[in-house]
T-cell receptor, first 113, second 112 residues
């Protein structure tokens, strides 16, 4: 059981380049999330998808776009990367039953130079 | 807006000690509260989940308590071991579709 899988694990981008972080879960969860984690800031929600076909902004959505491709996959796109987007990105998922635990991927380390 | 605070930010204790990590939140209208562990370079692993109607949850050497009315939770670790060294995060679920609000974590070091 793979759980939540993120790719790539590491990426270095130049300012202005674009890239997409991929996330897939195999637990048939309805809700999926993208967080970023920065030193001293904790985890902050970028975007979330409560169900297939819906997406909503979180706390820090500027500079990002998302796609809920199907129930399994939720991608995060940086259209024009900036050094301020250097961070660790985590994808997470959980079932519609909100009492259930949220499951995280292993993280994607992104450096923008 | 919910705010979650964890104290202390860092803690270093000798092996074998019992210790308490603290978490406070500003809005007591929560659905549940979770404690996570994060090892360096890794994702988050859920340790304990306490529903709003519960007072505590236990798993092995870990015990988490919840006092919703005062906006506080504690994670008690008994007989600490070097393998317990990690960052511990507290997160509150307000019941909305937007998931959890996280504290900034407590970085714990257990000295052998």
């Amino acid at each position: 059981n793979a759980g939540v899988t993120q790719t790539p694990k590491f990426q270095v981008l130049k300012t202005g380049q674009s890239m997409t972080l991929q996330c897939a879960q195999d637990m048939n969860h309805n809700s999926m999330y993208w967080y970023r984690q920065d030193p001293g800031m904790g985890l902050r929600l970028i975007y979330y998808s409560a169900s297939e076909g819906t997406t909503d902004k979180g706390e820090v959505p500027n500079g990002y776009n998302v796609s809920r491709l199907n129930k399994r996959e939720f991608s995060l796109r940086l259209e024009s990367a900036a050094p301020s987007q250097t961070s660790v990105y985590f994808c997470a998922s959980r079932s519609r039953d909100r009492g259930n635990t949220i499951y995280f991927g292993e993280g994607s380390w992104l450096t923008v130079v | 807006k919910q705010e979650v605070t964890q104290i202390p930010a860092a803690l270093s204790v000798p092996e074998g000690e019992n210790l308490v990590l603290n978490c406070s939140f500003t809005d007591s209208a929560i659905y549940n509260l979770q404690w996570f562990r994060q090892d360096p370079g890794k994702g988050l692993t859920s340790l304990l989940l306490i529903q709003s109607s519960q007072r505590e949850q236990t798993s092995g050497r870990l015990n988490a308590s919840l006092d919703k009315s005062s906006g506080r939770s504690t994670l008690y670790i008994a007989a600490s071991q070097p393998g317990d060294s990690a960052t511990y995060l507290c997160a509150v679920d307000g019941g909305g579709a937007d998931g959890l609000t996280f504290g900034k974590g407590t970085h714990l070091i257990i000295q052998p």
